[in-house]
């Protein structure tokens, strides 16, 4: 029997050096050199380093504590612009806000002092995702934002010749969701142009050159540049409709007021606006320009006892009634030469030269002068083009009345042509405005007798606060495309 033997198993041992210990990630704010070194997985390029962070497209695309913002690095390029998420103060201003500089908003970006927001593709109401010319750090570079929503065009169906007979038939396609429809005829040789026809989706003709009926929605004409409203009236079968709209247009002697001379041209732009539904009621921007004469100045403080005066009896008599509110107002100086301003020659041309768009695009240029010798007040159109300047018909024109309170309730009477309201009644023609619940004065009536003198828009208004406005005709006025809808918080 052979004896048991135990197994004996050596092993050696040897010390080895232990692995590296597992780096933990950067933080955002970290230095790095790497993107799989931060949490976030982003190394994000800053002056002649980098840290970590997370790239966004907009508020969605980061922390309910943080915002998306600019980051600009110290390279001049403009690819160097990128948006990063970066800690927000609870008590910075959201888009819409005023502002005074960059750090009192959300987004860090403040322009023209309200705050905006960097966007993608989507905005909340009352605001368009669009692209904003932007100067930082030195540079000049473009970034898309929420902006409020203006006025903007969104087709020009131009240029388009015309024979004596007008135009081809022209076409647009119109959405479903249309509070508005504005088109727009704008001729660089200063032909009197108008629409000759006007058909909607539907079949109805809202106006066209037969004198012997009147027009549904009328357009107006003008030298230069004119405009249609849709609607101009409160007749149901007028509201926009989806679908497709057709229309000819015209070029005429710029002499005679009406259309009487039809000359063959061209017109360089066909523009239609399409103007959503508002939820809110809106503001309107004002570039007031004073003649020497009136004794006022661009430094003319809009706080100040004139001003109060001229602005007040606006607010009361028009912006009231529509729950709308000013804007923007802006003061210029208008040259000693136009003090008194002869004719209508004259007014387009102060329009043409002077006129600006303001802040947002969209502001009406009003020129007081201290004499008119042909009218008190001159509309360039019914409505004014709205978006663009430096036309015969962009502003109005309206004579220093000697009392600021009521220089302000003729320029309300003006601003309601220039928004799309034309007078109640024209006595000397007997022609009455499409808008069924104004009163109507019959021709021949004492004009104090007359069931809308105390309208706004009758022609022979008295200067006091007692006129008002119709449901139908604010309604018209709270579709226009002058009007944007009042700054909020996104």
Aim: with cysteine; glycine share 10%.
């Amino acid at each position: 029997m052979r004896p048991a033997f135990a197994s004996l198993v050596i092993i050696s041992l040897a010390c080895v050096p232990a692995a590296p210990p597992i780096p933990a990630l950067l933080a955002d704010g970290s230095a790095c050199t790497l993107d799989a070194a931060c949490v976030s997985g982003e190394c994000i390029a800053e002056g002649s380093g980098a840290r970590c962070g997370r790239r966004c497209a907009d508020d969605l695309g980061c922390a309910d504590t943080e915002a998306c913002r600019l980051h600009l690095s110290t390279a001049p390029a403009t690819s160097d612009v990128e948006r990063v998420c970066q800690t927000a103060s609870a008590t910075t201003a959201k888009a819409g806000a005023a502002c005074r500089s960059d750090g009192d908003c959300h987004s860090g970006l403040c322009e023209e002092g309200r705050c905006l927001a960097l966007c993608s593709d989507h905005c909340g109401p009352g605001y368009r995702c669009l692209d904003t010319t932007l100067e930082r750090a030195g540079r000049t570079f473009t970034a898309a934002t929420c902006a409020l929503r203006l006025a903007d065009y969104s087709l020009d169906l131009g240029p388009v010749e015309t024979t004596i007979d007008g135009s081809p038939e022209l076409s647009f396609e119109a959405p479903g969701d249309s509070g508005s429809i504005t088109i727009v005829l704008d001729d660089a040789e200063g032909l009197r142009v108008a629409a000759r026809s006007l058909i909607n989706p539907g079949g109805v003709t809202l106006l066209d050159t037969d004198p012997a009926t009147p027009d549904l929605n009328p357009g107006s004409n003008y030298p230069g540049t004119a405009s249609v409203l849709i609607p101009s009236t409160d007749r149901p079968e007028v509201r926009p409709s989806a679908g497709r709209w057709r229309l000819t247009v015209g070029t005429y002697d710029p002499t005679p007021f009406d259309l009487s001379q039809p000359v063959p041209g061209r017109i360089e732009h066909v523009l239609v606006i399409f103007e959503p539904e508002a939820e809110a009621r809106g503001k309107l921007d004002l570039i007031l320009h004073f003649a020497p004469a009136t004794g006022l100045r661009s430094t003319t403080p809009t706080t100040g006892p004139q001003l109060s005066q001229l602005l007040g009896s606006v607010k009361r008599l028009l912006l009231g009634p529509l729950g709308a509110e000013l804007g923007t107002v802006e003061t210029r100086a208008l040259a000693a030469t136009h003090n008194r301003v002869e004719d209508g020659d004259e007014t387009r041309a102060i329009c043409l030269e002077s006129s600006e768009l303001g802040p947002r695009g969209a502001s009406v240029n009003v020129f007081i002068v201290e004499a008119l010798d042909y009218t008190r007040g001159h509309a360039g159109g019914i409505p004014g083009p709205p978006g663009l300047a430096h036309t015969r018909a962009s502003g109005i024109v309206i004579q220093h009345l000697g009392d600021w309170g009521d220089t302000g309730i003729l320029l309300a009477h003006e601003l309601g042509h220039f928004l799309g309201l034309r007078h109640t009644s024209e006595l000397a023609e007997g022609i009455t405005d499409p808008i069924m619940d104004t009163p109507e004065c019959p021709r021949g009536t004492e004009i104090s007798a007359c069931p809308d003198y105390r309208n706004l828009m009758f022609p022979s208004f008295p200067l006091s606060d007692s006129l008002s406005l119709t449901a139908g005709q604010i309604g018209i006025l709270r579709r226009s495309p002058w009007l944007y809808e009042v700054p909020r918080e996104l």
